[in-house]
C-alpha cells in the first residue's frame, strides 16, 4: 500500500522560506514523484515534478524560487524561497508509477493529504 506523508506547512511572511517534505512507503526511484496545490477558490495546479532519474520539471510560476529532490530513497523534498502571498495553498504530495512524469494530475493515482503552507504580505 502506497502511503505519502507531507510535513512542513507553516504560515511565514513574504520573501521567507520553507521545505517541505513528504515521507513514502515507497522507493521513490520507482516512481514519477511531484507537489501540487490547491488555493482557497482555485484548482489544483502542478507545482514540480522528479522523475525516477532525477529529472526535474517546475511550472513557470516557481522556477528559480523552489527546489525539487529527494533526500534518501523515500523522502521527496521541496524547498520554497522567496516565497509570495500566491503561494498560499494546501500543497501535496503525488506518486504515479512511471519511469516518466507528467504534470497532469490525473495522472497520479497516489496523493497524501497535504500540508498548509500561509504566505502573509
Known amino acids: 500500500q502506497v502511503r505519502l506523508v507531507e510535513s512542513g506547512g507553516d504560515s511565514v511572511q513574504a520573501r521567507g522560506s520553507l521545505t517541505l517534505d513528504c515521507t513514502a512507503s515507497?522507493?521513490?526511484?520507482?516512481?514519477?514523484m511531484a507537489w501540487f496545490r490547491q488555493g482557497p477558490g482555485n484548482e489544483r495546479e502542478a507545482v514540480a515534478s522528479i522523475d525516477p532519474y532525477g529529472r526535474t520539471t517546475y511550472a513557470d510560476f516557481v522556477k528559480g524560487r523552489f527546489t525539487i529532490s529527494k533526500r534518501f530513497a523515500y523522502i521527496l523534498v521541496m524547498q520554497m524561497n522567496n516565497l509570495k502571498p500566491d503561494d498560499t495553498a494546501m500543497y501535496y504530495c503525488?506518486?504515479?508509477?512511471?519511469?516518466?512524469?507528467?504534470?497532469?494530475?490525473?495522472?497520479?493515482?497516489?496523493w497524501g493529504q497535504g500540508t498548509q503552507v500561509t504566505v502573509s504580505s
Open positions: 503525488a506518486a504515479a508509477p512511471s519511469a516518466t512524469c507528467s504534470m497532469d494530475a490525473t495522472t497520479f493515482p497516489y
Open positions: 515507497i522507493q521513490l526511484n520507482d516512481y514519477c
